[in-house]
């Protein structure tokens, strides 16, 4: 499901020609939700979800999609365990979350936020228009892969230079920098764990 809607894009002040019924509008949409998301770790605005972390001897056990609101179980290798507390980051045990090595604790939490932040409906707002913009474009078939940036121009003799490789930071509209990933990963709680289902 898509974090933004076409009223949302309609407050931004596009070409006439943009046909808001055509099927690649939803198909961006839902292109640049899924890129937010996968940056988050979990989905961002509130949801019922299950992560598996595995777990040491630690007290704190970090869990994905800041803020979480109400955990519902919480299971070690399968087996119900109590005795935690939630904090705003996670779940807290005073006896660690695990006695013999690494376990596998499975949460089945609510975590998010009630409604998607301004910033970030902006952000897939301006990702989605982007798109548009390219495929109205007319060069091409307006969906070509950017595959190296503008980083110079000498003006005498007219001279371009591009970054290409590892210093490129996207290659399509729908693509985020590296930088903007992480902000968005530490703003959710994402610390490499995934969730691996959600109602």
């Given at each position: 499901m898509g974090l933004i809607t076409i009223a949302d894009l309609q407050a931004y002040p596009l070409s006439e020609e943009?046909?808001?019924d055509a099927p690649i509008v939803a198909v961006l949409i839902e292109s640049a939700s899924a890129e937010i998301i996968d940056a988050a770790g979990s989905p961002i605005v509130s949801k019922r979800s299950t992560v598996e972390l595995p777990a040491g001897r630690a007290r704190i056990l970090r869990l994905p999609g800041l803020p979480v609101t109400e955990i519902h179980e919480v299971t070690v290798d399968g087996v119900p365990v109590t005795g935690w507390k939630r904090i705003?980051?996670?779940?807290?045990?005073?006896?660690?979350?695990?006695?013999?090595?690494?376990?596998?604790?499975?949460v089945d939490y609510t975590h998010?936020?009630?409604v998607l932040p301004a910033d970030l409906?902006?952000?897939?707002?301006?990702?989605v228009i982007g798109g548009l913009l390219s495929a109205l474009d007319g060069e091409g078939d307006g969906f070509t892969l950017d595959n190296g940036r503008l980083s110079s121009v000498k003006i005498d003799d007219?001279?371009?230079?591009y970054a290409t490789g590892d210093t490129v930071d996207a290659i399509t509209e729908m693509s985020l920098p590296?930088?903007?990933r992480d902000r968005i990963a530490k703003r959710f709680g994402n610390y490499g764990a995934k969730v691996v289902g959600s109602l």
């Open positions: 943009v046909d808001w705003n980051a996670g779940l807290y045990r005073p006896t660690g979350w695990s006695e013999a090595g690494l376990e596998i604790v499975t998010g936020l009630p409906k902006d952000l897939v707002c301006r990702m007219y001279a371009e230079g590296q930088r903007t």
